[in-house]
């Protein structure tokens, strides 16, 4: 090994050239296990506080995907069977009604949700977007719609809006106010889409008291999808104990096109781990590969001195091992600090062309990152052990010189 040191810091410029091919792929993969944890994340919070929670219980049945979810005349009993079930650690109900939005002279399609509005405050984010007015209160008998929907319909101020409720197993049901709240959301589909009102005032839509469409959950210590097996744990718990005629749907049941994502984003991953070790690997062979035959006639007298072949190799993997270890960590640790970095400042601003990409997806206009401990130990260990192995070919070609013909090497 101290040879290994002399000679690396004999010949600087070839030492910095071969850390730096061990640093750069090492930082640029943890920044991107950074990027796309960030990514899963927040698509993950997005999605479940938006839209599905972390598991939902409805009433089975066999409808067309986009029609209306059978009501739940008599939830009590589901209600207690969530609560007494270990592992969530928040619930609320839920009242979903397709219905028509109208002003005195447009429509448009809407999906009404009646809410709890002391409890869904606890997870959806809803109510810290509204810009005009306010958010539901107990018993509000007001709505909160979105900025686009509220576009749409063309609505004043004191102009009532009308709600046209019409599911499929109960009689039509008409509801009209005139106070609102206005929303504005990052995804401009959610705000033309997505009406709150309190969960009486939907029951009166339907006219069904007490009657919800789902029992919405969360469970305890999820901060996203790579958590999803304790989610799993408690959706077969309910499984077990569910009464006939009802169903727990897990979040991947509930958002498949999110799950689906997730299943080809880390084999996209692994596949740029791959390239970037392997560009690595073959930078550091190539300058250890120049490094032998730059040194020829030195390890031919060592070979002389009465070094073993084993010896001569071993030369060269120490050089390998050493600038692999040294710059892998060093770049492990630049990335993960810079994660770490970017988190507390609170993510990097997306470019303003990006912020309409990003608002589709329903995300922030903001980089945000993520990234573990252990993503970042695999970085730099994969990394080493690819720089060694890159270095047995000129460590194999050093140990078959033969000392008489590499000390006439010029």
């Not at 029609?67 to 839920?94: M, S």
């Not at 002003?103 to 949700?113: E, F, K, W």
């Amino acid at each position: 090994m101290k040879a290994a040191i002399r000679y690396l810091l004999r010949n600087q410029r070839r030492s910095i050239l071969a850390l730096a091919a061990v640093i750069v792929p090492v930082f640029l993969l943890v920044l991107m296990f950074g990027m796309i944890g960030g990514m899963e994340r927040d698509m993950f919070l997005d999605t479940i506080r938006f839209e599905t929670g972390h598991l939902q219980i409805r009433r089975a049945s066999e409808r067309p995907p986009g029609a209306a979810l059978p009501l739940i005349r008599d939830p009590a009993p589901l209600i207690a069977l969530v609560g007494a079930t270990a592992g969530i650690e928040w619930y609320t109900v839920r009242l979903d009604i397709p219905a028509l939005a109208a002003s005195a002279d447009r429509s448009v399609g809407v999906l009404v949700q009646g809410v709890d509005p002391e409890r869904i405050t606890r997870i959806s984010p809803l109510y810290r977007m509204v810009e005009q007015g306010r958010y539901l209160a107990a018993d509000d008998s007001g709505v909160v719609i979105g900025v686009q929907l509220l576009k749409t319909l063309g609505l004043a101020e004191g102009e009532g809006l009308i709600l046209l409720g019409a599911p499929p197993d109960v009689g039509r049901g008409v509801a009209r106010r005139r106070s609102w709240g206005v929303f504005k959301p990052v995804d401009p589909e959610l705000g033309r889409a997505i009406v709150h009102v309190d969960l009486a005032v939907a029951q009166r839509l339907v006219r069904a008291p007490g009657a919800i469409t789902s029992i919405v959950a969360q469970v305890g210590g999820v901060d996203g999808p790579w958590d999803a097996p304790k989610i799993d744990r408690v959706v077969a718990q309910l499984a077990e104990r569910m009464p006939d005629g009802y169903q727990v749907m897990g979040w991947e049941e509930l958002a498949p096109e999110f799950a689906s994502f997730m299943r080809i984003i880390r084999p996209i991953t692994i596949g740029f781990m791959i390239v970037f070790f392997l560009l690595g690997g073959f930078v550091v062979l190539n300058i250890l590969y120049l490094s032998v035959l730059d040194r020829t006639r030195e390890l031919g007298v060592i070979a002389a001195l009465g070094a073993s072949r084993t010896r001569v190799m071993s030369i060269v993997l120490n050089e390998a091992l050493l600038i692999a270890s040294v710059g892998a960590v060093f770049g492990a640790l630049s990335g993960w600090g810079l994660v770490e970095l970017i988190e507390r400042l609170g993510g990097i601003p997306m470019p303003e062309q990006y912020e309409v990409m990003q608002a589709l997806m329903g995300m922030e206009p903001l980089i945000r990152l993520r990234v573990t401990g252990a993503e970042v130990a695999l970085s730099a260990l994969v990394m080493i052990v690819i720089a060694v192995l890159s270095a047995w070919y000129p460590a194999f070609m050093a140990g078959r010189l033969e000392p008489v013909e590499a000390m006439r090497h010029a």
